[in-house]
């Protein structure tokens, strides 16, 4: 969310495209790709 310019206008739209009890994921890059696969894997329905 660093690099965007204008949080507040991303977020709105994040919200208006996001299904019904749909989850938005934002990651910063932080941890191994190996944490990042299995925590992105365990939201996928």
């Given at each position: ?9 991303v977020i ?16 910063g890059g ?16």
């Amino acid at each position: 969310m660093f690099f965007w310019p204008d949080v507040p206008k991303v977020i709105k739209e994040m919200y208006r495209v996001l299904k019904p009890e749909g989850i938005i994921f934002c990651g910063g890059g932080s941890g191994s790709r190996e944490i990042s696969l299995e925590s992105t894997a365990d939201r996928i329905v």
